[in-house]
């Protein structure tokens, strides 16, 4: 178990980091806190500043104004190979005409370390490649090729791997494999990870904290539930999974809870879901905790309640099936439900009320838009 305080001394602190080129503004006065030995995911769409994020912490680009530090120790103007960071790409680059063996000694025999057999048999066992050692990078498929890529970037024992979309090239069902392989490894090395990454799924799989940019910024950072459970904006609640927003307006304010009106109905959310002071507000529930009825079937006191909607489409997707909601104000909105087979699944054109516990409301700020 590392030691608190010695972790503490080895977190990686981004101090008001901002990146320009020319007047276009990548990175936005940043302030972030990555505990050393967590796994951190930088998620977001393309263009977002991510990459270049990461590539500031590599020192591969310089901040135009800001610092990073590891611990109490500024690493802002260091070389790239002077830091204790290293990174592994998406496109794995590795020496095609080096066995496995040597492309993950390379770094050791350049540092003249000793035991690279010892050191580099460890970490070929570690991403389970002891058997490839002397097979080239062609010879092998493209998850193992990026577990290569991991151990060598490893074998240094850096302070901090960064990790830019490593999964991006590989099939859904690798990349699915290979997330739960990148946590285990993390988990067992106890390095800190920052994982640049577009795929919500992906950063909810992995990471300990996640860090959701939106142009240059960060909107919410927080751990994976937590941020999916608890929005504070629409753009995190429409990145992580699927939202149903309902424009509504706030009618009554408890220390505990608030009332709004929603297209004529009373609805309520939890005062510690209100991320907004205007009156003018989206109630957000996620797709899960919603449950369909028949319409008129079922009073469940103390839910909220949406009725009026017809079942539009069905789809069967395994272990849930989702429906699509047209709702009287024109809106769609979407239910998941498990499929445990305790009643037929509504069809097409059933007329459905919409109920969910108060607690898995969240309120959010509509103000500033009309979408
Ligand atoms: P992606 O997932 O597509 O890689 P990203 O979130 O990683 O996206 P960045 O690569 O960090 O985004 O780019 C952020 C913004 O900065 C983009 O609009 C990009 O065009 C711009 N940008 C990045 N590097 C440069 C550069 N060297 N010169 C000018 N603009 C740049």
Not at 250 to 266: F, K
Request: charge should be neutral; proline fraction near 4%.
């Amino acid at each position: 178990m590392a030691d608190p305080e010695q972790a503490a001394a080895d977190d990686l602190h981004l101090v008001g980091v901002t990146k320009s080129f020319g007047s276009f503004t990548a990175v936005d006065n940043l302030d972030l806190t990555v505990p050393a030995g967590s796994f951190f995911a930088l998620l977001g769409p393309s263009g977002c500043g991510k990459t270049t994020t990461l590539r500031m912490i590599a020192g591969l680009e310089e901040p135009s104004r800001g610092e990073i530090r590891l611990g109490s120790s500024s690493i802002t103007g260091l070389r790239p190979y002077k830091r204790p960071v290293n990174t592994v790409f998406q496109n794995y680059a590795l020496f095609p005409h080096l066995d496995i063996f040597e492309n993950v000694a390379f770094g050791l025999r350049r540092r003249g370390v000793k035991d690279v057999r010892a050191k580099v048999s460890e970490m070929l066992d570690l991403v389970e490649l002891g058997s490839f050692a002397r097979r080239r990078p062609a010879q092998l498929s493209g998850g193992q090729q990026q577990r290569v890529a991991l151990a060598r970037a490893l074998i240094n024992r850096p302070q901090v791997l960064l990790l830019d979309e490593p999964l991006g090239a590989l099939d859904l069902k690798l990349r699915r494999q290979m997330q739960i392989e990148l946590k285990r490894i993390q988990t067992e090395v106890g390095i800190t990870f920052v994982h640049v990454t577009h795929d919500q799924e992906e950063a909810m799989t992995m990471a300990d904290t996640i860090a959701v940019m939106n142009s240059g910024v960060i909107d919410q950072l927080g751990a994976p539930a937590g941020l999916y459970e608890n929005p504070r904006t629409t753009y995190v609640a429409n990145f992580l999974g699927q939202s149903n927003l309902v424009r509504a307006r706030v009618t009554r304010r408890t220390s505990d809870l608030l009332a709004v009106d929603a297209h004529g109905s009373r609805l309520t959310a939890p005062a510690a879901r209100v991320h907004t002071r205007s009156d003018e507000v989206w109630i957000g529930v996620r797709p899960e905790k919603v449950f369909l009825s028949r319409a008129g079937t079922e009073a469940r006191s103390g839910a909220n309640l949406l009725a009026g909607g017809i079942v539009r489409d069905v789809c069967f997707v395994g272990v849930s099936t989702q429906y699509f909601v047209a709702m009287p104000w024109g809106q769609e909105l979407v239910v998941f439900e498990q499929n445990t087979g305790a009643r037929d699944v509504l069809t097409s054109g059933t007329l459905v009320d919409l109920h969910w516990a108060s607690a898995h409301s969240f309120l959010l700020d509509a103000a500033q838009d009309s979408s």
